[in-house]
Structure formats: structure tokens, C-alpha cells
């Protein structure tokens, strides 16, 4: 009966209307009953606590009125069937009709009775069932709901959240409130947004997914919000290398930026553009540390710029110019910027490059704009807060103000440009990846992948992907705390050849870019 976790998750995601949406084509354009469904949904979450807690005996199942209390009945019966002892415990009104009715009845028939939420009933148990408020939640938690909510997160046990943690936006990771801390969810039918960006990451633990078998057909109607940055979707961006290329044919990335005591920015930015495959990196810096940069990794060629007319020829040789990086707020690093926008190449805008652009916003479709959260509210005129609250819209206000791509960092980075509605987001990478440098080796790696001719979107997503799954090489390698920007250099550079390898074998990958003069 109970079904083990499928291995894998899907790269659609959903809003919540949107899964309300495919539920509905099941049931009225397939003839599945809504019973049916919560009944394998039940299914589904009891398998992976059986495989993930399999000596768990005492399970407190914590219900709310609705559908995903439902869930949690058929779990709380399934439990006693397989001779655990289940605790079923409900906050609000117990459902008297409708398919969650249907349920708590076979609990009853069955001899388990519901007791109301009482913290003291947490006590002892040896896992938690999260069943209490499901995705549809819109105003804030509050009042007996969030104290159940923390009780649940300080009774010091393992919880298993069905569907969603509850008190998480399903669309925008935003905790309302409070929220419930799971180890693990189970998520049906659609993979809901708002569990890979802003506090879903925190709160989710590892997701599971089922689609409870509905028919495939259901899902050609629905449009996905976004899709998860997987290397499946990310086939074909990178092509072989040509016996005969050199390295004209894979562009001239120029970083501007590295003002006085900043030499270290355009460092990782200039290093991160050569790992990630550009032929030629070029860096235009202040003269007081120039020869120091050239020094530490001879392979780049730094410049030291007291100016626009000193950055003239070095723009005019560039494919791509990253700008921004220990760029700083003052006449030096102002002037550079504008010269940077003058010269009409493709540009990556990072770190103090989005200052300048907040004091004189302006739209190009050729850049490729990464700010993070407290970056993104200059550039928007609002809060931090008011970003993270919800990260898509944040997005998609930049990439339509400012044109071009937007890169909106964090956990769960998000990748949309002007004129499509559709996200691309990217849940790998982890907290270790929170240090100074890191947002200077992305725009490297952007770069690079736009000097050897991808698209900005295509660059983007490429890039995010890399970036975080280095990070995440790294951090297994010698754990999260203290990791450097530096240390994704050897993962970066393993990563980007095997995904061109595995291109090479599938018989995809591009052109090979021509070659450019220097």
C-alpha cells in the first residue's frame, strides 16, 4: 500500500492556484475522485516517513480542518495499521463533509479518535506529521494557529511536513508569521514555487514529490511559473571545442573595477571568467595595484586605469565587459561606469555597478543585471524586506524596468528576463556560499559564458547553476563554514567540462564560436 519517494524532483514549478488547477483536471476531466487522491497522497507521505524514520513507533499526526488535514487522517490510519501508535490531534473545526470527512471517519471507524491540539500530546512522540494549514494560506498566522506552529518546532523531533510546512507562502517562501521547521516535506501533484526561494529553503528540509499518478495529460494546460535549474535543461549550451580554435574564439571578457585596497574583486571576477572557459581576460584597475593582481595570477592582464580615456582601448577589445566589482561609490568608479555603458557591448552589472545604475536607471536589453536582495531594493526603491517578501515579483519589476536579464541571488536564485514571464530558478548552492567574493565569482562566470557567444538568458542560468553547484562540491569536500570564493575555482572548472562532455556524447552543443580578432 504505502509507496516509496520517487528519486527525483521534477523542474516545473507551480503556483498554488496552479496545482488547485491541475487537482481539478483530475478530477472533473479524468474522473478521479478527490478521495482517491488524498488517499495516495496519505500514501505517499506515510512511505517516506516509513523509509526515512523506520524506527519511529509514537507519531504525532497534527490536522487542520481542511484537505491537508485530510491527508493527515489517512496517515494517522495508515500508521496504526502498520503497528505504530499514532497521536491525531486536531486544531480547528473537525470537517464534517467532504473527502477530509470521508477520512477522519475511517480513522474513527477504526478506533483512533482525534483529540483536540494540545501541546502536552507532543511529548514523547518520536516524529511529527504536519498537516494543519496546507497551501492555501494567505494572511498571516496568528492567535492558537501559531502557537500550535512553535509548539511543533520546539518539541525537539523530527517533522514530517505534507505538502508544504505550514505558515510557508507556497508561491513566495515567505513565512507568514511563523512556520513550521520540517526535516522533510512531501509535495503532490505540482511542485509549489514558494518552496525553493526565500525562507522555503529553511523551512522545508529535503523534498520529496509525488504526483499521485494522475494522467500526464493534465499538466499541457498549465503553464509552469518556472522551472528548476537542472543539467537536463541546461543541455546543449555548451559545445565541444574545435581541434583549431585558439583563444580568440572564446572571447575577451574586460572586468572594470578594483578601486584603491579592492584588488581582490576583480581577482575572482577575472579568475572565475578564465574557469569558466573565456579565451582572454583583461582587467582594468587602479594603478595602485595593477602590477599586484598581475603578480598573483599571471594569466590575467591587468591594466591601471586612472580613467575613461586610459579604459578606451581596452573596452574597444573586449567581447564583454563585467563592470561593478570593487567598482566603489566614488568619481573614479562613477566615471568608469558610464565609460563602460558607452562602449555598447554585452555587460555583466554587479555590486557597485548596480549602485551607479539605481542613481541613473536606465534599459538595455544586452546586460545581464545580478543583484542581490539589499542591491535590488536600490535599484527598485524599496526595502530588503520587500524583496525577499517576494522574490519573483522583485524580479520580474527589475528585468521590466531595466531590461535585459535579471539575477536575483539568494537562496534560491532566481533568473527572468524582460518579456517572458517564465523564471528560471536555482536550488542548489548552500549557506557556506554567504561570504565576501562570492557575487564577484558569478559575474566572472556570466562572462565568460557571454563571450563564448551564449545567449544573456541562456549565460544566466548557465552561470547561476555552475556557480552554486561548485559551491556545493566544495562545501562536501571541506563542509560550509569557512568556505571561500576561491575554493569553487577546481569544482567550477570540473563542472563546466563535464557538462560539455556529456554534450559532446549526446551528440548536442553549438557552434563553436568564430574566431575574433584581439
Same mark, same amino acid.
Given at each position: 500500500?504505502?509507496?516509496?519517494?520517487?528519486?527525483?524532483?521534477?523542474?516545473?514549478?507551480?503556483?498554488?492556484?496552479?496545482?488547485?488547477?491541475?487537482?481539478?483536471?483530475?478530477?472533473?476531466?479524468? #474522473?478521479?475522485?478527490? +478521495?482517491? @487522491?488524498? /488517499? *495516495?497522497? =496519505?500514501? %505517499?507521505?506515510?512511505? &517516506?516517513?516509513?523509509?526515512?524514520? !523506520?524506527?519511529?513507533?509514537?507519531?504525532?499526526?497534527?490536522?487542520?480542518?481542511?484537505?491537508?488535514?485530510?491527508? #493527515?487522517?489517512?496517515? +494517522?490510519? @495508515?500508521? /496504526? *495499521?502498520? =503497528?505504530? %501508535?499514532?497521536?491525531? &490531534?486536531?486544531?480547528?473545526?473537525? !470537517?464534517?463533509?467532504?473527502?477530509?470527512?470521508?477520512?477522519?471517519?475511517?480513522?474513527?471507524?477504526?478506533?483512533?479518535?482525534?483529540?483536540?491540539?494540545?501541546?502536552? /500530546?507532543?511529548? =514523547?512522540?518520536?516524529?511529527?506529521?504536519?498537516?494543519?494549514?496546507?497551501?492555501?494560506?494567505?494572511?498571516?498566522?496568528?492567535?492558537?494557529?501559531?502557537?500550535?506552529?512553535?509548539?511543533?518546532?520546539?518539541?525537539?523531533?523530527?517533522?514530517?511536513?505534507?505538502?508544504?510546512?505550514?505558515?510557508?507562502?507556497?508561491?513566495?517562501?515567505?513565512?507568514?508569521?511563523?512556520?513550521?521547521?520540517?526535516?522533510?516535506?512531501?509535495?503532490?501533484?505540482?511542485?509549489?514555487?514558494?518552496?525553493?526561494?526565500?525562507?522555503?529553503?529553511?523551512?522545508?528540509?529535503?523534498?520529496?514529490?509525488?504526483?499521485?499518478?494522475?494522467?500526464?495529460?493534465?499538466?499541457?494546460?498549465?503553464?509552469?511559473?518556472?522551472?528548476?535549474?537542472?543539467?537536463?535543461?541546461?543541455?546543449?549550451?555548451?559545445?565541444?571545442?574545435?581541434?583549431?580554435?585558439?583563444?580568440?574564439?572564446?572571447?575577451?571578457?574586460?572586468?572594470?573595477?578594483?578601486?584603491?585596497?579592492?584588488?581582490?574583486?576583480?581577482?575572482?571576477?577575472?579568475?572565475?571568467?578564465?574557469?569558466?572557459?573565456?579565451?582572454?581576460?583583461?582587467?582594468?584597475?587602479?594603478?595602485?595595484?595593477?602590477?599586484?593582481?598581475?603578480?598573483?595570477?599571471?594569466?590575467?592582464?591587468?591594466?591601471?586605469?586612472?580613467?575613461?580615456?586610459?579604459?578606451?582601448?581596452?573596452?574597444?577589445?573586449?567581447?564583454?565587459?563585467?563592470?561593478?566589482?570593487?567598482?566603489?561609490?566614488?568619481?573614479?568608479?562613477?566615471?568608469?561606469?558610464?565609460?563602460?555603458?558607452?562602449?555598447?557591448?554585452?555587460?555583466?552589472?554587479?555590486?557597485?555597478?548596480?549602485?551607479?545604475?539605481?542613481?541613473?536607471?536606465?534599459?538595455?536589453?544586452?546586460?545581464?543585471?545580478?543583484?542581490?536582495?539589499?542591491?535590488?531594493?536600490?535599484?527598485?526603491?524599496?526595502?530588503?524586506?520587500?524583496?525577499?517578501?517576494?522574490?519573483?515579483?522583485?524580479?520580474?519589476?527589475?528585468?521590466?524596468?531595466?531590461?535585459?536579464?535579471?539575477?536575483?541571488?539568494?537562496?534560491?536564485?532566481?533568473?527572468?528576463?524582460?518579456?517572458?514571464?517564465?523564471?528560471?530558478?536555482?536550488?542548489?548552492?548552500?549557506?557556506?556560499?554567504?561570504?565576501?567574493?562570492?557575487?564577484?565569482?558569478?559575474?566572472?562566470?556570466?562572462?565568460?559564458?557571454?563571450?563564448?557567444?551564449?545567449?544573456?538568458?541562456?549565460?544566466?542560468?548557465?552561470?547561476?547553476?555552475?556557480?552554486?553547484?561548485?559551491?556545493?562540491?566544495?562545501?562536501?569536500?571541506?563542509?560550509?563554514?569557512?568556505?571561500?570564493?576561491?575554493?569553487?575555482?577546481?569544482?567550477?572548472?570540473?563542472?563546466?567540462?563535464?557538462?560539455?562532455?556529456?554534450?559532446?556524447?549526446?551528440?548536442?552543443?553549438?557552434?563553436?564560436?568564430?574566431?575574433?580578432?584581439?
Amino acid at each position: 500500500m504505502q509507496k516509496p519517494p520517487a528519486p527525483s524532483l521534477p523542474d516545473a514549478l507551480y503556483r498554488a492556484a496552479q496545482v488547485r488547477e491541475l487537482d481539478r483536471h483530475a478530477i472533473e476531466t479524468h #474522473g478521479i475522485p478527490g +478521495a482517491t @487522491l488524498m /488517499q *495516495s497522497a =496519505g500514501e %505517499a507521505a506515510y512511505g &517516506l516517513l516509513r523509509v526515512r524514520w !523506520p524506527r519511529a513507533r509514537k507519531i504525532a499526526v497534527v490536522c487542520g480542518p481542511g484537505n491537508n488535514g485530510g491527508d #493527515g487522517y489517512v496517515v +494517522a490510519h @495508515l500508521a /496504526q *495499521s502498520d =503497528g505504530r %501508535a499514532p497521536v491525531l &490531534l486536531q486544531l480547528g473545526d473537525m !470537517p464534517a463533509t467532504g473527502d477530509a470527512a470521508t477520512m477522519r471517519q475511517a480513522c474513527e471507524a477504526a478506533g483512533l479518535k482525534s483529540m483536540l491540539f494540545d501541546a502536552m /500530546q507532543l511529548s =514523547g512522540c518520536d516524529v511529527i506529521v504536519d498537516a494543519l494549514l496546507g497551501t492555501g494560506l494567505e494572511r498571516e498566522v496568528s492567535g492558537s494557529w501559531r502557537a500550535a506552529i512553535e509548539a511543533v518546532n520546539n518539541a525537539g523531533v523530527p517533522v514530517l511536513a505534507v505538502d508544504i510546512p505550514s505558515g510557508l507562502n507556497a508561491d513566495t517562501g515567505r513565512v507568514m508569521g511563523a512556520a513550521v521547521r520540517a526535516q522533510a516535506t512531501m509535495s503532490f501533484i505540482g511542485l509549489k514555487t514558494g518552496l525553493f526561494t526565500g525562507d522555503g529553503p529553511s523551512y522545508t528540509g529535503d523534498i520529496f514529490f509525488d504526483d499521485l499518478s494522475v494522467p500526464a495529460t493534465i499538466y499541457k494546460d498549465v503553464v509552469p511559473v518556472a522551472r528548476r535549474i537542472t543539467p537536463g535543461n541546461l543541455h546543449g549550451l555548451l559545445a565541444p571545442r574545435a581541434r583549431s580554435a585558439h583563444k580568440g574564439s572564446f572571447g575577451h571578457v574586460l572586468v572594470v573595477g578594483g578601486d584603491r585596497g579592492m584588488p581582490g574583486a576583480v581577482h575572482l571576477a577575472g579568475e572565475a571568467a578564465l574557469r569558466a572557459g573565456a579565451g582572454l581576460v583583461t582587467l582594468a584597475t587602479h594603478t595602485a595595484h595593477s602590477a599586484t593582481v598581475n603578480a598573483a595570477r599571471p594569466e590575467l592582464i591587468a591594466f591601471g586605469v586612472t580613467g575613461p580615456a586610459d579604459l578606451a582601448p581596452l573596452l574597444a577589445r573586449a567581447r564583454v565587459i563585467a563592470v561593478g566589482p570593487g567598482l566603489q561609490r566614488n568619481g573614479w568608479g562613477g566615471k568608469l561606469f558610464t565609460a563602460a555603458l558607452d562602449a555598447r557591448r554585452p555587460l555583466v552589472v554587479d555590486a557597485d555597478g548596480l549602485y551607479w545604475l539605481s542613481q541613473e536607471p536606465m534599459r538595455r536589453e544586452e546586460w545581464v543585471l545580478t543583484p542581490h536582495p539589499g542591491e535590488a531594493a536600490s535599484l527598485l526603491g524599496t526595502s530588503s524586506d520587500a524583496i525577499q517578501s517576494d522574490r519573483f515579483a522583485a524580479a520580474r519589476a527589475i528585468a521590466d524596468k531595466f531590461g535585459g536579464v535579471c539575477v536575483l541571488k539568494g537562496a534560491g536564485t532566481i533568473v527572468c528576463s524582460a518579456g517572458d514571464e517564465t523564471f528560471d530558478l536555482c536550488d542548489a548552492g548552500n549557506p557556506g556560499m554567504a561570504s565576501a567574493g562570492m557575487g564577484d565569482v558569478l559575474t566572472g562566470v556570466i562572462a565568460a559564458l557571454l563571450a563564448q557567444c551564449l545567449a544573456p538568458r541562456d549565460a544566466a542560468r548557465l552561470g547561476v547553476w555552475l556557480h552554486a553547484r561548485a559551491g556545493d562540491e566544495a562545501a562536501e569536500q571541506g563542509g560550509e563554514i569557512g568556505l571561500a570564493a576561491s575554493d569553487l575555482f577546481a569544482p567550477l572548472r570540473g563542472l563546466i567540462n563535464r557538462l560539455a562532455q556529456d554534450d559532446s556524447r549526446d551528440g548536442g552543443g553549438r557552434a563553436t564560436p568564430g574566431a575574433v580578432a584581439e
